[in-house]
């Protein structure tokens, strides 16, 4: 049994935060994205890029600033092969715990080597005055409209892929991991949910 609320983000709820982005819908075409978080990591981010380039989808990766520092490679290769980069703070900090201004130091670190204006909170929490210095720095803020709990070691891979069948609608933006703790279950899943989008008709694309 699954129940919505803890895998689909409700309209009302998405309408209530103003200045995030849940889903993002193209005209005249039917649309999903796949994000990962958390990376790049050598033990996953490799094999998510050859599932990808496999299916010819293209997806989005809110990195870590410090794993892309020590990773370049995978930074490079996820840049090379037509995916986006987002900025998921340097060190996945708590922005709730933390100054405005250490938070925004922060982001800009990771900005030195990520270069990008797609932003995407860790824990998906910050304080209202860190959205509001986010927004005003040029910063577009991501959420997610479906949740896959891929880090979660209960959550099997056949778990997961049903969460996407679910939940999933045009322009809907899907959450995984490329971090070891959801490794086995997130990859396992990834090319059964990629196929079961593209049969849908959907066309996956970067933020
Ligand atoms: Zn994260």
């Given amino acids: 049994m699954l ?3 803890f895998y689909q983000i409700p ?5 209530l935060y103003r200045g995030i982005v849940w889903r993002k819908v193209v005209e005249n075409k039917k649309v999903a994205y796949l994000t990962f978080d958390d990376g790049p ?28 520092v020590k990773h370049p ?8 092969e037509g995916h ?32 990008t204006t797609l932003f995407r909170p860790p824990y998906g929490r910050m304080k209202h005055s860190e959205k509001k210095a986010l ?4 910063y577009s803020i991501y959420y997610w409209d479906v949740l896959t709990h891929d880090y979660n070691k209960q959550y099997s891979s056949e778990k997961i892929v049903a969460i996407v069948k679910r939940f999933t609608r045009n322009g809907s933006i899907i959450t995984f991991h490329d971090s070891i703790k959801s490794k086995d279950s997130m990859l ?3 090319p059964q949910v990629i196929q079961f989008l593209q049969q849908e008709g959907y066309e996956l694309i970067t933020l």
Wanted: proline fraction near 4%.
């Fill in 3 to 5: 129940f919505p609320v």
């Fill in 11 to 15: 309209d009302f709820v998405q309408r």
């Fill in 41 to 68: 990591v050598p033990e996953v981010t490799p094999t998510v890029l050859d599932i990808l380039k496999q299916y010819g989808a293209k997806a989005t990766f809110f990195m870590v600033g410090e794993n892309a």
């Fill in 73 to 80: 490679d995978l930074l490079e290769r996820i840049r090379q």
């Fill in 84 to 115: 986006a980069v987002g900025n998921h703070t340097y060190n996945h900090i708590k922005g709730w715990q933390l100054t405005t201004a250490q938070y925004m130091k922060n982001i800009r670190k990771a900005d030195e080597v990520l270069h």
């Fill in 135 to 138: 927004l005003q720095s040029g």
């Fill in 188 to 190: 396992k899943a990834l």
